[in-house]
């Protein structure tokens, strides 16, 4: 215990416009069993009474440093960067102001990077909460507790889709985040996957599966407009292009992961107009560097799809 107690854990508290949810927010993380870590608040020009309630708790020894920028920054993941390069601990939690957690999150996270020195991430499930604090649904994983590979965790999972969907659910080491290019930071909605992404490659990746944590979904926020407009398909192929370097993304695995992107952008294209259907479909064939080149691999994919199913039913005849 007295080597995980030396391990110090950064938590970040990016906050915009939360100030009711503030209060629950921190004395969730100062109410934490495991006791050695720092907050760091970093508040991006709030205008509601965001700064009254972060005041309240400017004299708390556990609170480092507040940081109130002049002008919004536009991107949650700029104030990520930040507060990561002002992080002082082994470990960083980006803690989202309008989330919480059960008082044993920091414990049972820490412990993971102990027992596996190679663990690079740690999360726990989650519990999707609406405005009123009434559950919607909760995340769920197999196994109590288990290290995956990074590169299986990204061939298997994240590869495909953001699968840690909530920042709050996470831990991860400082050293390697540091060593992350800033790329992410220029995304709006997509730069957590990205980062997530890049952290996988440096070790393994711990889930639990205990549900620790409570994330705070928004009928109203932001996000929930652009996924609307179908912009959010852009920035997840922009994404997808810049993973394309990583020696893990073949181009088998790569066109797998288009072709189910672009079935689900099917499934959702009656939902957006002209322009932004244009705009998606340019990125997509861009990808393949022309718009024949994009539409054969998806003949390919279909055919093979086809292939598969037919094999299936006939070894089910048979074995009749």
């Given at each position: 215990m007295q080597t995980a107690l030396r391990m110090k854990v950064s938590v970040i508290l990016p906050n915009y416009n939360h100030a009711s949810y503030l209060n629950q927010r921190i004395d969730s993380i100062l109410s934490q069993t495991y006791r050695n870590f720092e907050i760091t608040i970093l508040d991006d020009c709030s205008t509601d009474n965001s700064k009254n309630v972060i005041e309240q708790y400017r004299q708390n020894p556990k609170v480092?440093?507040?940081?109130?920028?002049?002008?919004?920054?536009?991107?949650?993941?700029?104030?990520?960067?930040?507060?990561?390069?002002?992080?002082?601990?082994?470990?960083?939690?980006?803690?989202?102001s309008d989330d919480w957690c059960k008082n044993n999150f920091l414990e049972t996270m820490v412990n993971a990077f102990l027992e596996n020195e190679n663990c690079v991430v740690a999360y726990a499930q989650s519990y999707c909460i609406d405005e009123k604090g009434e559950m919607r649904w909760q995340s769920e994983h197999n196994k109590i507790a288990e290290y995956i590979s990074g590169d299986i965790f990204f061939k298997e999972r994240l590869a495909f889709g953001c699968t840690i969907f909530n920042a709050s659910m996470a831990v991860f080491k400082r050293e390697y985040a540091l060593q992350i290019p800033v790329a992410f930071t220029s995304f709006k909605l997509c730069g957590d996957w990205l980062f997530w992404i890049c952290m996988s490659s440096f070790g393994d990746v711990f889930i639990s599966g205990?549900?620790?944590?409570?994330?705070?979904?928004?009928?109203?926020?932001?996000?929930?407009?652009?996924?609307?407009?179908?912009?959010?398909?852009?920035?997840?192929?922009?994404?997808?292009?810049?993973?394309?370097?990583?020696?893990?993304?073949?181009?088998?695995l790569m066109n797998k992961v288009i072709y189910?992107?672009?079935?689900?952008?099917?499934?959702?294209?009656?939902?957006?107009?002209?322009?932004?259907?244009?705009?998606?479909?340019?990125v997509f064939y861009g990808l393949y560097g022309?718009?024949?080149?994009?539409?054969?691999?998806?003949?390919?994919?279909?055919?093979?799809?086809?292939?598969?199913?037919?094999?299936?039913?006939?070894?089910?005849?048979f074995q009749k």
């Open positions: 480092v440093e507040i940081i109130y920028n002049e002008t919004n920054s536009g991107s949650t993941f700029k104030q990520w960067s930040k507060g990561i390069s002002k992080a002082t601990g082994d470990f960083i939690w980006i803690a989202e205990l549900v620790l944590n409570y994330f705070r979904k928004h009928d109203g926020n932001v996000s929930n407009s652009v996924y609307a407009s179908g912009y959010n398909f852009i920035e997840e192929l922009k994404v997808i292009e810049l993973v394309r370097n990583d020696s893990r993304a073949t181009p088998s189910n992107k672009y079935n689900n952008y099917l499934y959702k294209k009656s939902r957006f107009n002209e322009n932004g259907i244009n705009d998606i479909e340019k022309s718009k024949y080149a994009f539409i054969m691999m998806v003949f390919s994919m279909r055919a093979k799809t086809k292939m598969r199913k037919a094999a299936i039913r006939l070894k089910m005849f």
